[in-house]
């Protein structure tokens, strides 16, 4: 990503991050608000969470319209991305399948939420699931829901999409160039700080992932974020299996959530943990998966696909999830300070809609798009645990 050489002295909205979601709000507010806006990112585009993220594009959410309706908008917005913004970005369909026993009210209640809304879904009874997937064993599930048109893409190269085409909006965009901390006057922030002075400005945008807390803790706002890290394996199946599956496997992730899988492109399958619980410090973790996890996640995946057991492991890596109470975003504004954070391992299929959704308070003060008070910064000061927690896995 190329950068300007000189950072300017003011603008009407300086964004902090150059992940999906503020590159998202970068491209959404140069292209509805008639603006000055300037990107600023401590490392380069796409790299952090956003980087690291499975960035699977489903719609089930259960009973859960807000986040059904965001998904929904956005993967189409992703299908139409280089009509939208003249940048093409890697994108893949896979089916996401939910696998059910009787008393599993989440799964079809996801069923028939996609159903109202007129999004593709399929209901399969255990027979037609083994048909239609043989490459699965098991028993304890009755029936499964398909979100049909789901999908997966890659965070860093939708990221590097919406900041060209935030520049050719005429985006100010600065890599390699940390945020040390936030300007104030009369108790609203007007400004940021970097290594090369002040950018002054009226709205400014934290979108940094796990460094969030830290810049608002500097204003006094309090964030309740953890950042957990998750472990990430890649498959490369062996032929046998490519050839007497030529489709893989779909997206899937079995009840409890603690562990999902997904295509890969080139053939592989990818692996990983969820939620796990492991806080870590985001400048400095293990970036190399724990050898006993390697182990149980090939375990788990081989008792339930027993073809894949000669799979050799193409990649491994580790990243964080920027985790709430609740598991539900926060997207705020403050003093002067718009909020997107917390997206707690399932942001990246909602990027698009984030940057409407943030383009829409800082021109409006307000948005139709969703209802914003669910995603309040006020709901851990009436609740510590803020919105109800509901399985959200991938």
């Known amino acids: 990503m190329s950068t300007v050489p000189s950072q300017p002295d003011g603008a009407d909205v300086v964004i902090v991050g150059g992940g999906i979601m503020g590159t998202s709000i970068a491209f959404f507010t140069a292209t509805e608000l008639d603006l000055d806006v300037v990107l600023v990112e401590a490392d380069n585009i796409g790299s952090g969470s956003t980087g690291d993220s499975s960035a699977v594009l489903r719609h089930h959410y259960g009973d859960d319209e807000i986040y059904t309706k965001m998904a929904w908008w956005s993967h189409q917005f992703y299908r139409q991305f280089s009509e939208k913004t003249g940048e093409r970005i890697a994108h893949a369909d896979s089916p996401l399948v939910r ?6 009210s989440y799964v079809m209640d996801g069923y028939e939420t996609l159903e109202s809304l007129g999004i593709p879904v399929s209901l399969y009874d255990r027979d037609e699931v083994q048909e239609r997937y043989p490459m699965f064993s098991f028993d304890e599930f009755d029936r499964a829901v398909s979100d049909d048109s789901a999908g997966y893409s890659d965070g860093a190269d ?7 085409a935030a520049q050719e909006q005429g985006v100010t965009i600065l890599t390699n160039t940390p945020v040390t901390d936030l300007t104030t006057s009369n108790g609203r922030v007007d400004g940021v700080e ?39 394996i890649i498959l490369e199946p062996s032929e046998d299996y490519k050839n007497a599956y030529p489709e893989l496997t779909p997206t899937t992730a079995l009840p409890g959530g603690s562990w999902y899988m997904r ?53 491994q890596y580790c990243g964080v999830y920027s ?21 707690s391992g399932h942001g990246f299929k909602h990027g698009p809609a984030i940057g409407k959704i943030v383009a829409d308070l800082i021109g409006h003060g307000e948005t139709d798009f969703i209802d914003i008070d669910h995603f309040s910064l006020d709901r851990f000061s009436e609740d510590a645990d803020g919105n109800s927690l509901s399985d959200e896995a991938i």
């Open 323 to 343: 985790t709430t109470p609740d598991h539900d975003f926060i997207i705020d504004e403050t003093k002067n300070c718009y909020l997107a954070c917390g997206f």
């Open 158 to 164: 939708v990221a590097g999409g919406f900041a060209r």
């Open 194 to 232: 970097t290594e090369l002075g002040t950018i002054s400005s009226e709205n400014v945008v934290l979108a940094a992932g796990p460094w969030t807390p830290r810049l608002a803790e500097s204003i006094g706002i309090e964030i309740p974020i953890t950042t957990e890290r998750e472990q990430v």
């Open 99 to 104: 696998f059910a026993s009787d008393d599993d």
């Open 263 to 315: 295509p890969d492109f080139s053939d592989g399958i990818l692996v990983a943990t969820h939620h796990s619980g492991e806080q870590v410090d985001p400048d400095n973790y293990k970036n190399k998966p724990d050898e006993d996890v390697l182990l149980e996640l090939t375990d788990k995946i081989f008792d339930v696909i027993p073809e894949l057991s000669d799979a050799g492991i193409r990649g």
